[in-house]
């Protein structure tokens, strides 16, 4: 009775922006741009065919993690914001950023000091759920996406919240006399308890739901693929590409006894993060650490390549793969010539550039444009 009264004088029953506004608690409508009765779709992307049963194998979502949009909404939020850091200066995104495909320009990052910088480059976070494995940096040091989260929170030059002012516990005191984690994570979880582990959560699926499938090499191998035809069709020319660009994807996916450069075989399309087996490329003589790589998607993005960002060009990587390779214990067999010396390509300048151009089409501004993956903080 009361409420079909309420209805007639207000008009609104049913009133989707009246009912959308209800649905974001205050605090969370003061802060975000989030409207919780309107959630973006992060559970279910609508995936291109050759994102079949082959390719969902390699993914590392763990069975209690999978993506929500709830959850992954709250993520959004963390990922997005300052308060995350000891002084209120940086976030998640000030050194992941969606506009270059989640890296950082800088060859090392800035943390929250201003005046103290990582020793690592920063990594690209597309397709991050596809690196089987689920180990996170560059040397693997974290198990999964959902331990790396607390690391850079709690690290001494990124985030800063180290154990000697509190750690996560003084990171959680402050976000519970927030006006919004406590309604946000009711809102994800059920009920107002932040924890390490729901902070962890929510990072990890925001993170896997940045999914690449939107650059010209997707367009284009759509056309051409068939989970029957050999190699799933990867060495088929593609549509739409340059004779240029068509000559590089023929290097990447050829193996090196076949006048390719093999690089498929470690950055596996169509998610072209790397092999679960693949080990180092050689990159320091002697080396025994056998690093990863982040997907090949927006690549081209980047301004500075390797785990120390020691390249600042495309064209020095492919060097690199074409005659510098070096010995050592982490190498990975195939850049080995069947004699053990390191695999010299020997390509030409214009196989150079045509494996150049390739990695160019793997750019997805989909992914670095999509308003859901966005900074939600209106201040
Ligand atoms: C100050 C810059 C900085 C901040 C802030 C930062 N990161 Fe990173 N991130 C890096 C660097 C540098 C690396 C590589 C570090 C390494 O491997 O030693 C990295 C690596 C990663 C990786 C590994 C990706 C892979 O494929 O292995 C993930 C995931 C990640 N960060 C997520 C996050 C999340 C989530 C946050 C916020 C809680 C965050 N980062 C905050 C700089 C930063
Ligand atoms: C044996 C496996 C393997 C092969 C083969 C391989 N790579 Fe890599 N690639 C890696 C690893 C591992 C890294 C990261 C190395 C590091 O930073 O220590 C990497 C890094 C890269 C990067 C930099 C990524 C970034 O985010 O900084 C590019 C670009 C790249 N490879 C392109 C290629 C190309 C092109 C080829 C073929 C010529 C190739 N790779 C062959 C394993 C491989």
Redesign the pocket.
């Known amino acids: 009775m009361l409420i079909s009264l309420c209805m007639t004088i207000c008009g609104c029953g049913g009133g989707s922006s009246t009912t959308a506004a209800l649905s974001t608690p205050a605090g969370v409508a003061d802060f975000t741009t989030l409207d919780l009765g309107a959630l973006a779709n992060y559970a279910n992307p609508v995936l291109p065919a050759y994102y079949d049963a082959t390719i969902s194998a390699q993914d590392n979502t763990p069975l209690d993690n999978a993506v929500t949009n709830k959850v992954a909404t709250l993520g959004r939020v ?2 997005y914001d300052k308060r ?2 000891i002084n209120d200066s ?3 995104s ?3 950023q969606q506009a270059t495909g989640f890296d ?1 320009p800088l060859q090392f ?3 929250f000091s201003g005046a103290a910088f ?1 020793t ?4 690209r ?1 597309g397709n ?1 759920r596809y ?1 089987q494995p689920g180990s ?4 693997k040091r974290a198990a999964s ?1 959902e331990l ?2 607390s690391q ?2 709690q690290h001494p ?3 800063g919240y180290v154990s000697s002012v509190g750690g996560i516990t003084a990171l959680i005191a402050k976000m519970n006399a927030s006006s919004y984690y406590p309604d946000l994570f009711a809102f994800a979880f059920g009920d107002a308890s932040i924890t390490e582990l729901r902070i962890q959560q929510a ?1 990890a699926q925001f ?1 896997r739901a940045m999914i690449s499938t939107n650059s010209r090499w997707d367009t284009a191998y759509a056309q051409v693929f068939s989970a029957t035809a050999n190699n799933r069709g990867l060495g088929t020319t593609l549509p739409g590409f340059t004779a240029q660009e068509d000559r590089g994807r023929q290097l990447f996916v050829g193996g090196p006894n076949n006048g390719g450069a093999g690089c498929a075989a470690c950055h596996q399309p169509p998610t072209f993060a790397l092999a679960a087996n693949s080990k180092s490329n050689g990159l320091d003589a002697g080396e025994t650490v056998v690093f ?1 790589a ?1 997907s090949l998607k927006n690549v081209a993005l980047s301004k500075a390549f390797m ?1 120390d960002g020691r390249f600042a060009t495309l064209e020095e990587v492919v060097e690199h793969y074409n005659s510098g390779i070096k010995l050592g214990p982490a190498l990975d067999t195939n850049r080995l010539a069947p004699n053990g010396v390191p695999l010299r390509l020997n390509l030409t300048a214009d196989d150079k550039a045509a494996l150049v151009a390739f990695l160019k089409t793997l750019t997805d501004t989909t992914l670095t444009s999509d308003a859901k993956f966005g900074n939600p903080f209106k201040k």
């Open positions: 963390l990922f995350m850091s940086i976030s998640c000030s050194c992941h950082d990052s800035v943390g990582t690592a480059h920063a990594m976070l991050v690196y996170m940096f560059w040397n996406v790396q989260a850079p929170i030059v990124e985030m990072l993170e990863k982040p785990h």
